[in-house]
T-cell receptor
Framework: DAGITQSPRHKVTETGTPVTLRCHQT?????MYWYRQDPGHGLRLIHY???????DKGEVSDGYSVSRSKTEDFLLTLESATSSQTSVYFC????FGQGNTEAFFGQGTRLTVV | DQQVKQNSPSLSVQEGRISILNCDYT??????FLWYKKYPAEGPTFLIS?????DKNEDGRFTVFLNKSAKHLSLHIVPSQPGDSAVYFC????????????FGTGTRLQVTL
């Protein structure tokens, strides 16, 4: 198993509160990603990182920000959580960025915004 | 705009028979295709991949076929086993895009005894 740890695994939060999800890897991979999974949509990319302090937006980035101050950690922040952000969030890592390589996923964080 | 489509939400197959999961894509820039398997409450697990320079890739019981002209790929599982029951996601990426993946909506495979 790829060394990817997501925390917390489950969280319930109130609308309007800030939330930070953490992804920690022990593989020293350069590329890290945050995806969300929702019924009928598969997994969709929120943000990704191609190095320390290098991040970019994905398909569904509105309402989310990320930070990567160390190779091993990639944080996803919901500045002011909304009910539409209730989802399962997956972190992924990839060794290369050319496209012809697989990504490995963490076990997910189930976030409920009430 | 769904660039990767899995039109069958579910599939039921008897143990020992072949399972065929299908995937279509619309973006001609995609050149690498992957299949992931997902159990409930777990993250997706990489299963098998294929580059656009190939039309077939095999790994044990799993074979992926790619038809570029039709923008279609399929995953064959032979023989199917009860432990194969899971949701299968097709994903695609394009060269030079930081290995970002575009996923289909998934097909739930149930292998019955």
């Amino acid at each position: 198993d790829a060394g990817i740890t997501q925390s917390p695994r489950h969280k319930v939060t109130e609308t309007g509160t800030p939330v930070t999800l953490r992804c920690h890897q022990t593989e020293n991979h350069r590329y890290m990603y945050w995806y969300r999974q929702d019924p009928g949509h598969g997994l969709r990319l929120i943000h990704y990182s191609y190095g320390v302090k290098d991040t970019d937006k994905g398909e569904v980035s509105d309402g989310y920000s990320v930070s990567r101050s160390k190779t091993e950690d990639f944080l996803l922040t919901l500045e002011s959580a909304t009910s539409s952000q209730t989802s399962v969030y997956f972190c992924a890592i990839s060794k290369f960025g050319q496209g012809n390589t697989e990504a490995f996923f963490g076990q997910g964080t189930r976030l409920t915004v009430v | 705009d769904q660039q990767v489509k899995q039109n069958s939400p579910s599939l039921s197959v008897q143990e020992g028979r072949i399972s065929i999961l299908n995937c279509d894509y619309t973006n001609s820039m995609f050149d690498y295709f992957l299949w992931y398997k997902k159990y409930p409450a777990e993250g997706p697990t990489f299963l098998i991949s294929i580059s656009s320079i190939k039309d077939k890739n095999e790994d044990g019981r799993f074979t992926v076929f790619l038809n570029k002209s039709a923008k279609h790929l399929s995953l064959h599982i032979v023989p199917s086993q009860p432990g194969d029951s899971a949701v299968y996601f097709c994903a695609a990426s394009a060269a030079g895009t930081a290995s970002k993946l575009t996923f289909g909506t998934g097909t739930r495979l149930q292998v019955t005894l």
